[in-house]
């Protein structure tokens, strides 16, 4: 690992994972080392540093209402889906030349299409030639943890140093409605019984991991009307048992993708309904806010996929040279690790944001702006997109705690799933529509059409910050609109608070 | 006495490891029981493995061209419903 100074463990704000500043992010200086340059787990290092899965591990042990085992889709962006299943020796290909091609690429996932544990010999076989042909590179998996308590020795022995599990219930009531079945010592359980050992292997595969010091994350998928109130209580049980991050995604469900939920009409929540439940979560335990649901084949930054570039008969033609790649890689994580640490640093040493503090008891009658949400057309931590190039934009809720991010949106590959969402709908409209709620949008430029258009939704477009840090702009934006009378107190700001 | 697989497999290796047999091979475009060597698990388990952990329903027939796993039996998509979903997929 490259010489790195931890921040100070205090009064860590923008930098965290969602956390707010009010509060620290409860990680140690320890810990906080080891994620600093996942991107997957800090939410910082997920500008500057690459990931990539390689889809080595089809087959699965469980069906989950919200997947369908039809995997192969080029044009689908959501976990579970891949172009092309890749052999363990294939799979180590790829990630050596990704990892010269991208050499921002610190991390190696595998996470399906299937459950990686349900292959443990293909996901094994990969994860021990690579432990040796790149062993800068950090290992991880993602499982459902049906067969997670049976494998953590083979974990430890592989130097894996992150696993996610996803649980979505610590109820077999709830799991029942979830999962339909498992495949348990040769057969086939279905319902509550089913969920019931799910549960079961999950808890106690969380509670082996962290007694092996291996880092665990929990994703857990929200799913209005079936675990959503439930959510909060998985998020303090794992936390109790040593949990140290907590994602949870927005169900993802469409007729057209044949899931159990998509078909029978289960809708998928609304960004606000995520937020919500997020920020009553995070009382709890470290929320991640960054999450981009990826595909078991994704390649490069969060957010991007690659993954059209490395296909096998291309990896085939290409000549490199793994050693020099190495050398380049080690090069430019150390130069990305002490600009991302000088960043680090500068959020904890700055001061605070001019604006007046909320301190009601003693200066009830200053004025104090609300919180705004702000949609950020970023790149590599900049404000770097033109709005009509923007896939996606993270969303930042400014106060006067400064800027932190809640969430991001996609602007053009999923729509809610309502009626209104035919394939006639332009991309603008649906864009507008994915950033309800957002009282601004910064991007590096924006034409004039939906600058028109944008302002008649009430979201004002701003491009005077192209280039600037995305969190700084957040601030500048808001600090203008505090001084412009914007955000004063008022009935939305009770509501925002 | 053998189990077939048809073309609504999706090749993802789930029944292959658990063949007591090793009857199921890979093959294009999808992967095929011989039929010389399955037992359908019988003396080996009290069902065929294959179709245990059979993702898709229909995939798997048995000898009489049964599905092993029908409609709605996996997903738990009852079939009319299913079928109304593809016709409003089709009729937008």
Same mark, same amino acid.
């Given at each position: 690992?490259?010489?790195?100074?931890?921040?100070?463990?205090?009064?860590?704000?923008?930098?965290?994972?969602?956390? %707010?500043?009010?509060?620290?992010?409860?990680?140690?200086?320890?810990?906080?080392?080891?994620?600093?340059?996942?991107?997957?787990?800090?939410?910082?290092?997920?500008?500057?540093?690459?990931?990539?899965?390689?889809?080595?591990? %089809?087959?699965?042990?469980?069906?989950?209402?919200?997947?369908?085992?039809?995997?192969?889709?080029?044009?689908?962006?959501?976990?579970?889906?891949?172009?092309?299943?890749?052999?363990?020796?294939?799979?180590?290909?790829?990630?050596?030349?990704?990892?010269?091609?991208?050499?921002?690429?610190?991390?190696?996932?595998?996470?399906?299409?299937?459950?990686?544990?349900?292959?443990?010999?293909?996901?094994?076989?990969?994860?021990?030639?690579?432990?040796?042909?790149?062993?800068?590179?950090?290992?991880?998996?993602?499982?459902?943890?049906?067969?997670?308590?049976?494998?953590?020795?083979?974990?430890?022995?592989?130097?894996?140093?992150?696993?996610?599990?996803?649980?979505?219930?610590?109820?077999?009531?709830?799991?029942?409605?979830?999962?339909?079945?498992?495949?348990?010592?040769?057969?086939?359980?279905?319902?509550?019984?089913?969920?019931?050992?799910?549960?079961?292997?999950?808890?106690?595969?969380?509670?082996?991991?962290?007694?092996?010091?291996?880092?665990?994350?929990?994703?857990?998928?929200?799913?209005?009307?079936?675990?959503?109130?439930?959510?909060?209580?998985?998020?303090?049980?794992?936390?109790?048992?040593?949990?140290?991050?907590?994602?949870?995604?927005?169900?993802?469900?469409?007729?057209?993708?044949?899931?159990?939920?998509?078909?029978?009409?289960?809708?998928?929540?609304?960004?606000?309904?995520?937020?919500?439940?997020?920020?009553?979560?995070?009382?709890?335990?470290?929320?991640?806010?960054?999450?981009?649901?990826?595909?078991?084949?994704?390649?490069?930054?969060?957010?991007?996929?690659?993954?059209?570039?490395?296909?096998?008969?291309?990896?085939?033609?290409?000549?490199?040279?793994?050693?020099?790649?190495?050398?380049?890689?080690?090069?430019?994580?150390?130069?990305?690790?002490?600009?991302?640490?000088?960043?680090?640093?500068?959020?904890?040493?700055?001061?605070?944001?001019?604006?007046?503090?909320?301190?009601?008891?003693?200066?009830?009658?200053?004025?104090?702006?609300?919180?705004?949400?702000?949609?950020?057309?970023?790149?590599?931590?900049?404000?770097?997109?033109?709005?009509?190039?923007?896939?996606?934009?993270?969303?930042?809720?400014?106060?006067?705690?400064?800027?932190?991010?809640?969430?991001?949106?996609?602007?053009?590959?999923?729509?809610?799933?309502?009626?209104?969402?035919?394939?006639?709908?332009?991309?603008?409209?649906?864009?507008?529509?994915?950033?309800?709620?957002?009282?601004?949008?910064?991007?590096?430029?924006?034409?004039?059409?939906?600058?028109?258009?944008?302002?008649?939704?009430?979201?004002?477009?701003?491009?005077?910050?192209?280039?600037?840090?995305?969190?700084?702009?957040?601030?500048?934006?808001?600090?203008?609109?505090?001084?412009?009378?914007?955000?004063?107190?008022?009935?939305?700001?009770?509501?925002?608070? | 006495?053998?189990?077939?697989?048809?073309?609504?497999?999706?090749?993802?290796?789930?029944?292959?490891?658990?063949?007591?047999?090793?009857?199921?091979?890979?093959?294009?475009?999808?992967?095929?029981?011989?039929?010389?060597?399955?037992?359908?698990?019988?003396?080996?388990?009290?069902?065929?493995?294959?179709?245990?952990?059979?993702?898709?329903?229909?995939?798997?027939?048995?000898?009489?061209?049964?599905?092993?796993?029908?409609?709605?039996?996996?997903?738990?998509?009852?079939?009319?419903?299913?079928?109304?979903?593809?016709?409003?997929?089709?009729?937008?």
């Amino acid at each position: 690992m490259t010489a790195f100074e931890t921040p100070k463990a205090s009064g860590c704000s923008a930098g965290s994972c969602g956390a %707010p500043s009010s509060q620290a992010d409860g990680m140690s200086d320890a810990l906080r080392a080891r994620v600093q340059d996942h991107p997957c787990y800090s939410e910082d290092a997920h500008h500057y540093f690459a990931r990539m899965h390689v889809a080595v591990a %089809p087959a699965c042990n469980i069906q989950c209402h919200y997947c369908n085992r039809k995997y192969d889709c080029a044009n689908e962006s959501r976990p579970g889906v891949v172009s092309e299943l890749l052999t363990p020796d294939q799979a180590v290909k790829k990630t050596l030349a990704v990892a010269a091609a991208i050499p921002q690429m610190t991390v190696l996932g595998i996470a399906g299409p299937g459950d990686p544990l349900a292959n443990p010999a293909r996901t094994f076989d990969t994860f021990r030639q690579l432990a040796a042909k790149a062993p800068d590179i950090k290992l991880c998996l993602s499982t459902n943890g049906l067969m997670l308590p049976g494998h953590i020795d083979e974990l430890a022995k592989h130097n894996i140093d992150h696993v996610t599990i996803t649980i979505n219930c610590v109820d077999a009531d709830v799991g029942a409605l979830i999962y339909p079945w498992i495949f348990w010592q040769n057969r086939r359980i279905h319902g509550r019984e089913a969920a019931a050992i799910l549960i079961g292997q999950q808890q106690k595969g969380l509670e082996m991991l962290v007694a092996r010091g291996i880092l665990v994350k929990v994703n857990s998928v929200l799913i209005p009307g079936v675990n959503d109130e439930h959510l909060k209580a998985v998020s303090k049980i794992v936390k109790a048992k040593g949990a140290f991050l907590h994602n949870v995604m927005p169900l993802i469900a469409e007729a057209e993708h044949g899931t159990f939920y998509g078909v029978m009409g289960q809708r998928s929540p609304s960004p606000a309904e995520l937020k919500t439940l997020q920020d009553a979560c995070e009382g709890d335990m470290n929320m991640m806010r960054h999450c981009r649901q990826c595909r078991a084949d994704a390649v490069g930054m969060l957010g991007e996929d690659r993954g059209d570039e490395f296909t096998m008969d291309k990896i085939e033609a290409m000549d490199i040279d793994y050693e020099a790649a190495m050398a380049v890689r080690a090069e430019l994580r150390a130069k990305l690790t002490a600009e991302l640490a000088a960043k680090r640093a500068g959020i904890h040493d700055a001061p605070a944001p001019q604006v007046i503090r909320f301190t009601p008891r003693i200066e009830p009658q200053k004025p104090v702006g609300r919180p705004v949400l702000m949609a950020v057309a970023a790149k590599n931590g900049v404000v770097g997109v033109h709005f009509g190039h923007a896939r996606e934009f993270l969303v930042y809720e400014a106060s006067a705690g400064g800027a932190r991010l809640v969430g991001h949106r996609r602007a053009d590959a999923y729509c809610s799933g309502d009626d209104s969402c035919g394939e006639g709908e332009p991309v603008l409209e649906r864009t507008l529509r994915a950033l309800a709620g957002c009282e601004a949008v910064l991007c590096s430029r924006i034409g004039i059409e939906p600058w028109g258009r944008l302002e008649a939704a009430g979201i004002q477009p701003n491009g005077e910050h192209a280039m600037e840090p995305v969190e700084e702009a957040v601030m500048a934006v808001w600090n203008e609109m505090l001084a412009g009378g914007k955000l004063d107190a008022g009935p939305l700001a009770a509501k925002c608070a | 006495m053998a189990l077939e697989i048809i073309e609504s497999c999706v090749n993802c290796w789930a029944c292959v490891p658990l063949c007591p047999n090793k009857a199921i091979y890979e093959a294009a475009p999808h992967f095929l029981v011989d039929r010389d060597k399955c037992t359908e698990c019988v003396g080996d388990f009290a069902v065929a493995q294959c179709v245990a952990i059979c993702p898709i329903e229909g995939a798997i027939l048995d000898e009489l061209g049964v599905e092993m796993n029908p409609p709605g039996s996996l997903t738990g998509i009852p079939p009319e419903r299913w079928a109304e979903a593809q016709a409003e997929i089709a009729a937008r």
